[in-house]
């Protein structure tokens, strides 16, 4: 049946040429304005508080900014693809339209350079109107778009491909049972696999409990397995296994519920679809529907219309009746958690960032901005925390229907619309399009992205390939690199040159603003043990060093030199130079293969409070990764004995999204955290900063006053979650998280 013409909603052509010719007029003034950062600035060791101006911006808080666009801006269409697919490009598929009752098969690009919307020609094998599907980037040019349902409620389970650099359709021969069709599904790729999990399908709507996959190597459908009962939630992959979260159970309820299945060890998983595991029966024709020889079916516009060479019947289509259970299933069920997002109020976006779940619980028409946030559930620890509250991201004058990140994880794009008409009339109708953008920089909200977070958690749990089968932290050069650090030149090591460092015992937290860094030598009795390094590492390394040394300074004649920062961190400090690693070290020891002796780690890596310390010198020397590396584990490893000194140590390093995040901390936990060694080690000028981030009309709640409302744990005031602890359970069994009890402090395993 040939797909009814469409007539894709656009904004006001009128509105749209004279708004992109000022922008035109606008661009070239950009350059001049982003040439003056950092790469050009010499950054001398000083004190942070009057470092150059390539730092300063660090001091002022990371407002993102909403973006208006201009062209043929899509509507704001329901259960349409939203793809950003790199070079500052975003791409919208499909859709339903809610004010017209049309289903779309268009194809429109959003260039964010331009800010502008367009209308893409396409060709080939055009697949017909769809919404409810998924679009997945493979292979960094092409997008691979699975099942959704069209105009007759119908339910697909075909697989097309748009290459994006041709703008071409093409539809691949399938082989094996292909899985039910289905829409509002998640779909992930991952080592050449396409995975489909869950969905809603048939007339009455029903909630899928199955998981599959296709192999992209040889176009080949996997068996079913049943996994869990999910539609319009997240999947993604990591740590070796897949990870299902959000979404709508069966009885239509939001859920905060986490599913993972472990691919690890799982040849169903870990080989290919060859149908080498499946039984003669399940691969009969007449248990699954042909999707291969049929002819499209072209309409009047010239789009391909939904046919029986993309359709599956649901009635037709029972190669698996009754799936087995998949191998490896484990959930997580939270009952309560200071900060566990709410799932039953707002708009939620789950995606994925950084070994990080991540929640954007945006604004929405039951909701104050009160009530929004950012929160990131971390998949290794199980934990929870807020990375920022909703009032700082999100403008309560905006809804937002679509979010894509980019592949590393670093950056995010909420697509919507203001709720209100603008005044005098204009922007009548900006409610019915998809016309804003907000950008949001995940980094400067403490995340590495997908690349570092794998570097990191590879030196955490990989052995090293260099390293004589030894367990480490560190990974290949970096571990060899690790056993020269420190080691006098007369024990072989070829050190040489020295470093010294204040004493810890002598180091006094007020004196920092006075005395800033430098790399004069001081009198002996405030001066630590030699460190023993390699000037060449240190130059090839460290930007600092190596003018330092070009230039000829007194250290070049000497071989010496004195940090008056506190010995151990300036240790961590160097030893981060030879390991590229501050990762902390396992927390349980190894056992050796060949000997079977219990092996520690043959150097301890950077304490909580040496990473602090580190914060603040990778802002005196320029050195952003470090910085980056720093503020993520210091965000994500923030407890009660370090928020003080965190607080203190971002404040000098003029971080102030981890300064206003530990003092958030320390106000929620402030009974504890006074109490502590490093709330006393702060100097007055920093304690006074902390009392000073108390609203001025707040005051302290005692301990019965909290429990009579049901606050005691670490929530907030007026909070329903209380309390976190965390049980686990056996495989394939529920992980509950309860209410923290007086003996109940952590996770039991069983």
């Not at 399009?433 to 997908?450: A, E, F, I, Q, T």
Request: glycine content about 8%; aromatic content about 8%.
């Amino acid at each position: 049946m040939a797909a009814p013409s469409q007539a894709l909603p656009v904004s006001a052509p009128t509105l749209t040429t004279p708004t992109l010719q000022f922008s035109q007029r606008l661009s070239p003034s950009q350059p001049s304005r982003s040439s003056t950062g950092s790469n050009n600035t010499y950054v001398m060791s000083g004190s942070p508080r009057k470092g150059s101006s390539s730092r300063r911006h660090r001091n002022e808080p990371y407002m993102p900014k909403i973006i208006t666009t201009v062209g043929q801006r899509p509507a704001c269409l329901v259960n349409a693809s939203v793809t950003y697919v790199g070079n500052d490009q975003i791409y919208a598929f499909g859709g339903f339209d809610q004010y017209t009752d049309e289903v779309y098969n268009h194809v429109l690009k959003l260039d964010l350079s331009a800010k502008q919307w367009s209308l893409v020609d396409n060709y080939g094998d055009i697949p017909g109107v769809r919404m409810g599907h998924t679009a997945c980037l493979w292979q960094g040019d092409k997008l691979l778009v699975y099942g959704g349902e069209n105009e007759h409620r119908t339910h697909l389970s075909d697989v097309i491909i748009f290459d994006l650099k041709t703008a071409h359709w093409t539809q691949p021969d399938l082989n094996g049972p292909a899985p039910r069709g289905r829409a509002r599904h998640s779909a992930v790729i991952h080592d050449e696999k396409l995975f489909i999990s869950g969905g809603m399908t048939g007339h009455d709507n029903l909630v899928l409990d199955d998981i599959c996959y296709l192999d992209l190597k040889t176009w080949t459908w996997s068996r079913t397995w049943r996994f869990v009962p999910r539609y319009d939630h997240s999947t993604w992959v990591w740590g070796g296994k897949l990870w299902v979260s959000g979404g709508m159970t069966e009885d239509m309820e939001r859920t905060s519920e986490i599913w993972w299945l472990d691919f690890r060890g799982s040849p169903a998983f870990e080989g290919s679809a060859d149908g080498s595991g499946l039984d003669e029966a399940s691969l009969t024709p007449s248990r699954y529907a042909s999707t291969v020889g049929t002819p499209a079916v072209t309409g009047s516009t010239g789009y391909t219309a939904n046919s029986s060479s993309v359709q599956i019947n649901a009635g037709t289509q029972l190669a698996h009746r009754n799936p087995p259970i998949a191998p490896g299933i484990s959930s997580l069920k939270f009952v309560s958690s200071p900060s566990l997002p709410v799932q039953n109020v707002g708009c939620h976006f789950h995606v994925f960032s950084s070994g990080c779940l991540l929640d954007f619980v945006t604004p929405a028409t039951v909701i104050s901005a009160l009530e929004t946030s950012l929160s990131a559930f971390d998949l290794d620890s199980l934990r929870w925390q807020k990375l920022a509250d909703g009032k700082d991201l999100f403008n309560p004058n905006y809804r937002w229907h679509y979010c894509t990140l980019n592949s590393d994880g670093t950056h995010a794009w909420l697509l919507g619309c203001p709720i209100q008409a603008a005044r005098n009339g204009q922007n009548s109708d900006s409610e019915e399009y998809l016309s804003d953008v907000l950008h949001l920089d995940l980094r400067k909200l403490g995340l590495l992205g997908n690349k570092l977070s794998l570097e990191s958690r590879a030196a955490t749990q990989q052995a090293p390939t260099s390293d004589s089968g030894i367990h480490s932290h560190l990974s290949a050069i970096g571990a060899d690199l690790a056993r020269t650090f420190d080691v006098p030149p007369e024990a072989g090591s070829g050190a040489d040159f020295i470093i010294t460092a204040n004493r810890d015992d002598d180091y006094d937290d007020d004196s920092e603003d006075e005395c800033p860094p430098t790399l004069s030598t001081t009198s002996d009795k405030n001066v630590s043990r030699p460190i023993h390094v390699h000037r060449f590492l240190l130059s090839a390394r460290w930007p600092h060093f190596s003018r330092l040394y070009s230039a000829q300074m007194s250290e070049f004649h000497t071989k010496k030199m004195h940090i008056p920062e506190p010995y151990s961190t300036v240790k961590a400090f160097l030893y981060y130079l030879y390991t590229d690693s501050i990762a902390p070290s396992p927390a349980r020891a190894s056992i050796s293969s060949e000997s079977g002796a219990v092996v520690q780690p043959p150097t301890p890596s950077p304490s909580l409070e040496d990473v602090a310390g580190m914060l603040v010198m990778s802002n005196i020397y320029d050195m952003p990764r470090l910085h980056h590396l720093c503020v993520a584990r210091l965000s994500r490893e923030l407890d009660i004995a370090h928020a003080a000194l965190i607080f203190s140590r971002a404040s000098l390093a003029q971080e102030t999204w981890l300064r206003r995040r530990a003092a958030s901390f320390c106000l929620t936990h402030w009974g504890r955290v006074v109490r502590t060694e490093g709330f006393r080690r702060l100097s007055r000028a920093a304690m006074l900063e902390l009392c000073e981030e108390v609203d001025a009309e707040g005051r302290v709640v005692g301990g019965d006053e909290l429990e009579a409302v049901g606050a005691l744990g670490g929530a907030r005031l007026g909070s329903q979650w209380v309390g976190l602890g965390r049980k686990r359970g056996r495989a394939n069994s529920s992980v509950v998280v309860e209410e923290e009890g007086e003996e109940d402090d952590g996770m039991e395993l069983s």
